[in-house]
């Protein structure tokens, strides 16, 4: 089966050499590689031009969703791994997903241990080893924070995995399709993985886990910290830039829109209240500015109910299925 790489960057400079080096040094190597770069003002295209390389440089900031989007419309590779710039893949990476997506045709995605190094302890802490649903219907990276001691070395089955580096069946992505978008550009950034993997499961595609698939991942390398407030900490809501936080609020809403049913929403309805009050209350008091953006939402919302017909539509999964992922 063919390979494709896509390699999504927005000012990179400082990971892109380390990332387009692992994919080079892959054991099983791509049929093509794939860079879109979204207006970065670093020395990105100089890099990213010493590569044998199929580019696409834009001249403004087209997100994270149509800039993948594009590249998946024009490859050609069975398997489509989708990276960001800030990861740096072990050399089995693309052979050990690859196996898996080989001998079982049910499996639409597939992720794998994606590790940082705490340069404090100089111990590798773990960034995600499969997405789950929290209790308050947000994205649940497994194993996020912790210390690498081997806990997650067992492969399985996800309800989803982080998009910084996924290998997609491409007659998957064909089959979840909405229109011609593979990704929901509506999300421009964040979240999309998420989104993507509940429509997989929604359509009856399952999403494995591959923990000998290592990659090392600088979440959130692009953003610089902000101020915090205590409140959300416990709720994962991250200080990040105004342009970062806006897209986490309103882009869970509209992963719900689209794909979560009714029995699972009342289910964990205590939950999302108790969040929901703290937002308002963190939006009112800390973050007033990001309130006018949300002003956008309901046109969005709109859009999202369109393509929540067409999800629902393609339904062949249970809601006892999709229960047993919110945890």
């Known amino acids: 089966m063919k390979i494709s790489v896509i390699l ?20 099983l190597k791509p049929e093509e590689i794939m860079v ?3 207006a970065s003002a670093d020395r990105s295209r100089e890099i990213i031009r010493k590569y044998p390389v199929r580019t696409f440089f834009h001249e403004q900031n087209m997100g994270f969703c149509r800039a993948v989007n594009q590249c998946i419309r024009l ?3 069975d398997y489509i791994l989708v990276l960001n710039s800030d990861v740096k893949l072990s050399p089995e990476f693309t052979a050990m997903t690859s196996a898996v997506l080989d001998r079982d045709p049910r499996i639409g995605i597939v992720g794998g241990k994606l590790l940082r190094t705490d340069t404090e302890t100089a111990s590798m802490i773990i960034d995600s080893t499969g997405q789950f649903i ?6 649940k990276e497994r194993g996020y924070g912790e210390i ?12 989803s995995v982080c998009g910084a580096a996924a290998v997609y069946r491409r007659t998957m992505l064909e089959d979840i399709k909405i229109e011609e978008e ?3 550009e509506s999300f421009f950034m964040y979240f999309d993985d998420f989104d993507l993997g509940w429509r997989a499961q929604t359509a009856g595609w399952k999403v494995w886990y591959e923990p000998a698939a290592l990659a090392c991942h600088t979440r959130g390398a692009s953003s610089k910290k902000t101020e915090s407030t205590g409140l959300l900490r416990r709720y994962r809501l991250p200080s990040l830039p105004d342009n970062i936080r806006i897209h986490l609020i309103m882009n869970r809403y509209l992963v719900l829109v689209k794909n979560c049913t009714w029995r699972i929403f009342l289910r964990q309805f205590f939950h999302v209240v108790c969040y929901e009050i ?4 963190y939006l009112l008091f800390f973050a007033t500015r990001l309130i006018p953006r949300l002003f956008h939402l309901p046109g969005l919302v709109i859009t ?18 999709m229960r047993k992922w919110v945890c």
Do not use: H, M, W
């Open 36 to 38: 879109a770069d979204n």
């Open 8 to 27: 999504i960057n927005y000012n990179g400079e400082k990971f892109l050499k380390d990332c387009l080096d692992s994919v080079f040094s892959q054991t």
């Open 182 to 184: 593979y990704l929901d």
């Open 278 to 281: 703290a937002l308002r209350f």
């Open 134 to 139: 929290s209790k308050i219907l947000k994205p």
């Open 148 to 159: 690498d001691s081997g806990q997650f070395n067992v492969p399985g089955y996800v309800f």
């Open 304 to 321: 999202a109910l369109r393509n929540r017909k067409i999800i629902q539509s393609r339904r062949r999964s249970t809601d006892e299925y």
């Open 75 to 77: 490859s050609s590779g």
